[in-house]
């Protein structure tokens, strides 16, 4: 019984080990003498080929914030670091680098990501939206003003990825119930603890509408 079972793993295991390398087979550039003489490897579907980029520096094209950019960076280089350190734009916050805190995050497609964790090459083809725009300088956006309204920020370090998660969160869920908000932004940390501001600003924001711009409470005042 016992060699039996052991046979039928064997066997199992070679078949697997055969999958496993008509996989590799199929995937990778290797040379013709590792295929010959194999019937099935022949056979493996054709995979389109994919540019190899790197290690040195290479053309990027990044979509954001709804113009094209164009640099040259070493693919290993994620989107959040093209953005702060090649294009200057420093909203994005890094903090724990990680993929845990949501300081850095972004919105790409319309959904929000933590820019730290996306390698800038990904990001091609797509739509990036960074808290930039969610102000021309004297109009921001309602969850902006928001965030003011509520204290939502002591520090403020959290609070520009705070900020695109909430506007992400509530162009989803325009009308969102409280327990909605505070799982919709589980995805963001803030040392300062101000989760209950920030919870009433996306509350509050949900009131002013959907993604109209509007001064912030003060903006005149502080103008004059
Ligand atoms: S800096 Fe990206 S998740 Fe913390
Ligand atoms: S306001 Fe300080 S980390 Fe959030």
Redesign the pocket.
Known sequence: MKDKKGASRKSRESKNALSRRDFLRAGATVSGGLLAGNSRAIAAPTVPETPVLGPGEAPVTLRINGSENNIHLEPRVTLLDALRNHLDITGAKR?CDRGTCG?CTVMIDGNPVYSCSVLAIEAQGHEITTIESLSDGNHFDPVISAFVNND????????PG?VMACRAFLNKHPHPTLDQVKKGLSGN??????YHGVEHAVLEAAGMGHAGVMAPPGAQDRKS
Request: hydrophobic share 35%; net charge positive; with cysteine.
């Open positions: 903090v300081a939502a920020q002591q520090c403020g370090f959290c609070t705070f940390l803030c040392r300062c603890g101000t």
